[in-house]
């Protein structure tokens, strides 16, 4: 059998359909296991949470985040040098699926940092490997970043629809007078991950020889004297520079993902409190603004494709990779403020009687969206497109330290933002992302310079041993 499947009428193979469908079983589980950490431990022992400070909360909600990004570098190398990709994205499946069962049946810190553990390394085996996977589908590699916007869309729905659902098992089919279903809502978690893990192995025989092997294996291999000759020559100036910009990047990075992260737990905490959640006869509960922001990016991503597609059409052509950035973080520190006009609303420092409108989480979490999709178009394909290939690895681990930098420093920012009076860190805040965001627009000129240049000329130092 080819590793690469065979596409009908010109459509996307089966093998990546099946691939971003396992994305959306996983992901349907990680969001809604995000959202009820956080809620289980800040909730009262009495009404059935362990009743933890929301800074420590956070702090732990920021490792589930962090080391999933982290582990997956881990899970990544065996692959490339031991096991078939195929094979460890089940067992990691599988290893969530136990992890979550920890958290349904854990009843302290302890349990809960074991269920951080077990998912962490269940998502090292399964995320990556399982986008490598998808990198293997396609003859034509152009037709890549059509493909993973496609399957970004599959990872929104999951999100969408398991933040939607977990709410209502855990306030309403298992809540049994003022005690919460947190333990049923981690089991659903662990049950979306087995049948995501049963269903990769049926599904096995869709994916042909990709992932059978270790990825080195699969290489096509040239001349190894070659390659040799090629990792021993200095980096040219051009490459200096887009390397330096790398590190830039993923420093603002940094700063744009600690925010993101950090907001839905201002949301949590600002929404249970001082929102008018009743809307008619429901209540809306907070795992509804995770619910909005899957369903924003799930209608943003064809809205902002075709504005992509005409700015690349211009003269000029698209807009640069630093402005997106920058428009991404004006995006994101506006949306804070969208806490503080509900705060003028409401009466600000009025107690938790006065409630401020359900429109301004609704603007909340279109501003944040809107925030990540213009972000989005950085990250790997920023990395794939400039770093010099001999240390592309490299490169790929500085930006990975930045994602882990930023999930493992939101909670320990959140605790510290909660010393301040409200207006003072939701004021703050935006006027950080506004001063990062006029940065990346003041010096775009100079850092499109570092990336761009004379391919030719660097060819020539190439070919000169330069």
């Given amino acids: 059998m080819n590793d690469v499947a065979t596409k009908p009428s010109n459509k996307r193979p089966a093998s ?13 589980a990680y969001y809604s296991a995000k959202w009820l950490l956080y809620i289980y431990l800040t909730t009262a022992i009495i009404d059935g949470g362990l009743g933890i400070s929301n800074g420590e909360a956070a702090i732990l909600q920021a490792n589930l985040v962090a080391y ?92 969408f629809i398991g933040t939607t659902i977990i709410s209502f098992i855990v306030f309403n089919m298992f809540n049994t007078g ?8 981690f089991l ?16 096995w025989r869709f994916l042909g020889d990709a ?28 490459e200096k520079k887009r390397v330096l910009a790398i590190i830039l990047i993923s420093f ?20 249970a409190k001082f929102i008018q959640t009743q809307v008619g006869s429901v209540n809306v509960p907070t795992s509804w603004f995770d619910s909005l922001n899957g369903l924003w990016c799930i209608v943003l991503g064809p809205i902002l494709g075709i504005l992509w597609m005409k700015l690349a059409a211009r003269p000029q052509g698209d807009m640069s990779l630093f402005k997106k950035l920058g428009i991404g973080l004006l995006f994101l520190g506006s949306s804070y403020l969208m806490l503080i006009a509900a705060e003028f609303q409401r009466g600000i420092g009025a107690g938790e009687d006065a409630k401020a409108s359900m429109i301004w989480i609704v603007l909340f979490s279109i501003l ?54 409200m ?17 990346l627009f003041i010096f775009n000129k100079k850092l499109i310079t570092l990336v761009e240049g004379n391919e030719e000329d660097l060819e020539a130092h190439e070919a000169a041993g330069e």
């Fill in 16 to 28: 990546f359909y099946f691939c971003s469908i396992s994305f959306t079983f996983e992901r349907m």
């Fill in 68 to 159: 999933t990004y982290l582990a997956p570098v881990f899970g990544g190398y065996i692959a490339d040098r031991f096991i078939g990709a195929k094979y460890l994205i089940p067992l990691g499946a599988f290893i969530m699926a136990i992890g979550y069962y920890v958290g349904s049946v854990g009843e302290s810190v302890g349990m809960i940092n074991l269920m951080i553990i077990l998912v962490s390394i269940g998502t090292g085996f399964f995320k990556g490997n399982l986008s490598a996977i998808t990198g293997q589908l396609f003859k034509d590699k152009k037709e890549l970043d059509a493909a993973f916007s496609t399957q970004y869309s599959f990872v929104n729905i999951g999100s």
């Fill in 178 to 185: 003022k005690i919460g279903g947190f333990s049923e809502g």
């Fill in 188 to 203: 659903f978690a662990a049950i979306i991950c087995f049948v995501c893990g049963v269903w990769f192995i049926f599904g």
């Fill in 211 to 238: 992932g059978k092997r270790p990825f080195k294996e699969t290489e096509e291999i040239s001349v190894d004297k070659d390659k040799k000759d090629t990792v021993k020559k200095p980096l040219t100036k051009l």
């Fill in 252 to 271: 603002f990075s940094v700063i744009f993902w600690l925010f993101w992260y950090m907001s839905y737990l201002s949301v949590y905490d600002y929404m």
């Fill in 368 to 421: 944040l969206s809107l925030g990540e999709m213009f972000f989005s178009p950085l990250g790997n394909s920023f990395i794939s497109k400039y770093s010099p290939k001999r240390i592309l690895s490299v490169m790929m681990g500085v930006w990975i330290i930045a994602s882990f930098l930023a999930g493992k420093g939101y909670g320990y920012m959140y605790a510290f933002v909660l010393k301040f009076d």
């Fill in 423 to 439: 207006m003072q860190a939701y004021v703050g805040i935006p006027i950080v992302l506004i001063v990062a965001a006029a940065l």
